[in-house]
């Protein structure tokens, strides 16, 4: 009888021992898949930023571009306003020097 409890609580110690180890192996295992994710997700996050700075650039390179464009046609019609103005100017100079004259030359 004391045999069959020795028995017994070998068993049950040896049941524990197995228990602990496969408790250690899936503790390890788990660690090791946070670690597989966690590099993984390293790996997409630094994809994803890399493909977001070359936009970037790409956008900032692109609108330099556009920026030249944009100042070419700004002083193009800058150009033609001026030219419009000094049009504008020497077309009703005469009518303007004679109204001036005869106000100041009216005498009431």
Not at 23 to 49: D, G, P
């Amino acid at each position: 009888m004391a045999n069959q409890s020795y028995f017994g609580i070998r068993q049950l110690l040896e049941a524990e021992e197995q228990a602990q180890d496969i408790i250690e192996k899936a503790r390890r295992q788990r660690l090791e898949h946070l670690k597989k994710a966690r590099a993984k997700a390293e790996e997409e996050i630094e994809a994803y930023r890399q493909e977001k700075e070359q936009e970037f650039k790409d956008q900032f390179a692109g609108g330099g571009s556009d920026e030249a464009q944009l100042q070419t046609e700004l002083d193009i019609k800058t150009k033609e306003d001026i030219k419009n103005m000094k049009a504008a100017y020497e077309a009703k100079k005469k009518d303007i020097v004679s109204l001036i004259l005869s106000t100041v030359s009216a005498v009431d």
